[in-house]
Each structure stands twice: as structure tokens, then as C-alpha cells.
């Protein structure tokens, strides 16, 4: 299976900061990446899709990029909704898989 | 809208067996991939099992190939895993995924890209 690494795993921030969280496959997976966002108690939610591609009615705050092994999620500037855990997938193979998620918390 | 409901879990000892199903809404199910992802408590996110739209093309994760049996009813608009020789790493809430992606208000199949998610079904595998 390709292995999905995310780094930082936990991160603070403020509201109306920048951050970029990055994400690592264990092989290339060409553009094929998809970010989303899960709140506690709640289903996950798709925000980014083809590495860089937004998914219909999120913010255009985030966004992605990179492609092959490195990836990044990027969020412009921090609101109070966004505060969550983020996951990458990867899905260039007939197992898709997770990254261990990125808790964005409040600092 | 999209509206994904699953049902079907519950308590049950290691070696017994489970039946989940989704109930898909909103959409044309018969052309939409769909999928099991699930999140053991406290853990991420993990891929279980997909199926085409027909039912021609269906995969599992090697940790429940065997034991798992994904199937949909087009009919029904649903989707179903049978979960049989449960065990305890198996417990996790149970969730039902659309594969597809969406721009500019429309959306299109598209395997493994989870757009829509059910709220999840809880399955605990407990002596």
C-alpha cells in the first residue's frame, strides 16, 4: 500500500493566520490527491481533489498543491469554522489511503 | 442534496457477523461509484471497500478481504457490507461514501474521490 505521511500532526494558529500543511506519499501518485476536513463528531468533509482542484462551495481560502510525492493544503487566512483535523488521500491506486490527519487547533 | 444514511450496527462479540446498508438519496445512485470508510474511535481514516457502479469492479482492504462482502442494489438505491468473523479491531464508526467530485455546481463520478459522506454507523466487536 502507498503510506501517507503528514506533517506537522498538530499545529495552533490564530484566526487570520496562514498555514500550509504538508503531505508526503511513500511513491508517485502523479496529481492524484484529494484533502478533507473532518470536525469532531462529524463526517468528512472534501475540499481539494486532483491536488489543486476545489470542491464545489468550499472557501476559496483553501487550496492545494504539489504533485508526485509532496503535497500541500494551504489555508489563506484561518477562520474560527476552520479549526479541525485535515487528511490527505491518495487515490492513484486500487487501495486508496490516509494520511494520519493534522489537527489544526486554536492557539 | 445528497443525503447518505447508514444503518445496521451495533454491539457484537468477536466472530459473529454484521450487516450495514446505505441508503443513498439525491443523486442517480446507478452511476455513482460507492464506498465503505471507516474511523476506529479516536483513530483516522481508513478505506474498506469500494464498488462500481454495476457492480463490476469491487475491492477491498486486505485487513477485511476475506470477511467483508461489499454488494449494492441500484433497484434500492443502496448499498450494503456484510461483515462476517468480526473482530475487535474492526470496531470503528462505519461510513458510506459517493465517489465523485464537483465544479461549478456539478458533479461527475469519479472512483475514489469521496465527495459526499453518510454520518457513520457505529460497530463495536466486544467479548
Known amino acids: 500500500d502507498i503510506q501517507m505521511t503528514q506533517s506537522p500532526s498538530t499545529l495552533s494558529a490564530s484566526v487570520g493566520d496562514r498555514i500550509t500543511i504538508t503531505c508526503r506519499a511513500s511513491e508517485n501518485i502523479v496529481s492524484l490527491l484529494a484533502w478533507v476536513q473532518q470536525k469532531p463528531g462529524k463526517a468528512p468533509k472534501l475540499l481539494i481533489y486532483?491536488?489543486?482542484s476545489l470542491q464545489s462551495g468550499v472557501p476559496s481560502r483553501f487550496s492545494g498543491s504539489g504533485s508526485g510525492t509532496e503535497f500541500t493544503l494551504t489555508i489563506s487566512s484561518l477562520q474560527p469554522d476552520d479549526f479541525a483535523t485535515y487528511y490527505c488521500q491518495q487515490y492513484n491506486s486500487d487501495s486508496p489511503t490516509f494520511g494520519q490527519g493534522t489537527k489544526v487547533e486554536i492557539k | 442534496d445528497v443525503h447518505l444514511v447508514e444503518s445496521g450496527g451495533g454491539l457484537v462479540k468477536p466472530g459473529e457477523s454484521l450487516r450495514l446498508s446505505c441508503a443513498a438519496s439525491?443523486?442517480?445512485?446507478?452511476?455513482?461509484?460507492m464506498n465503505w470508510v471507516r474511523q476506529a474511535p479516536g483513530k483516522g481514516l481508513e478505506w474498506v471497500s469500494s464498488?462500481?457502479?454495476?457492480?463490476?469492479?469491487?475491492y477491498y482492504a486486505d485487513s477485511v478481504k476475506g470477511r467483508f462482502t461489499i454488494s449494492r442494489d441500484n433497484a434500492k438505491n443502496s448499498v450494503y457490507m456484510q461483515m462476517n468473523s468480526l473482530r475487535t479491531e474492526d470496531t470503528a464508526v462505519y461510513y458510506c461514501?459517493?465517489?465523485?467530485?464537483?465544479?461549478?455546481?456539478?458533479?461527475?463520478?469519479?472512483?475514489?474521490?469521496?465527495?459526499?459522506w453518510g454520518q457513520g454507523t457505529l460497530v463495536t466487536v466486544s467479548s
Open positions: 464498488i462500481s457502479a454495476s457492480s463490476n469492479y469491487i
Open positions: 461514501a459517493r465517489a465523485a467530485f464537483c465544479t461549478k455546481g456539478v458533479c461527475y463520478p469519479r472512483t475514489k474521490i469521496f465527495d459526499s
Open positions: 486532483d491536488a489543486s
Open positions: 439525491g443523486f442517480t445512485f446507478s452511476s455513482y461509484s
